[in-house]
């Protein structure tokens, strides 16, 4: 059974430094998309970072090159460093997974079979 569990979010101050992890098991990185989304209240969840199976990174426009995936595959382990914080990034970050192979990460999230529970950022101005 697939699994996914986030940790590292907290709170923070504007401009500070928070590193997300997600730790797949039952998972094999690279089978499929992995795919960082976050959800701000009252809101769709939308995508952040993306993985794809070919091990591209890539990330959404609004980002502004402030965050960094990067991957242990020895730890089935999926981070993402995120750098000078800011308010409007406050919000739920969830790790998800397709059950399948991927060259292209969708942003939608219905595209994702595998959730984990999500670890809160709020970052304070």
């Known amino acids: 059974q697939v699994q996914l569990a986030e940790s590292g979010g907290g709170s923070v101050q504007a401009g500070g430094s928070l590193t997300l992890s997600c730790v797949a098991s039952?998972?094999?990185?690279?089978?499929?998309?992995m795919t960082w989304f976050r959800q701000f209240p009252g809101k769709e969840r939308e995508g952040v970072a993306f993985?794809?199976?070919?091990?591209?990174?890539r990330y959404a426009d609004s980002i502004n090159g402030r965050f960094t995936l990067s991957q242990d595959n020895s730890k089935n382990t999926l981070y993402l460093r995120m750098n000078n914080l800011k308010p409007e990034d406050s919000a739920m970050y969830y790790c998800?997974?397709?059950?399948?192979?991927?060259?292209?990460?969708?942003?939608?999230?219905?595209?994702?079979?595998?959730w984990g529970q999500g670890t809160q950022v709020t970052v304070s101005s």
């Open positions: 998800a997974a397709d059950r399948r192979w991927g060259a292209y990460c969708h942003n939608s999230s219905d595209e994702y079979a595998y």
């Open positions: 039952g998972y094999t990185m690279g089978s499929s998309c």
């Open positions: 993985l794809d199976s070919y091990g591209r990174f």
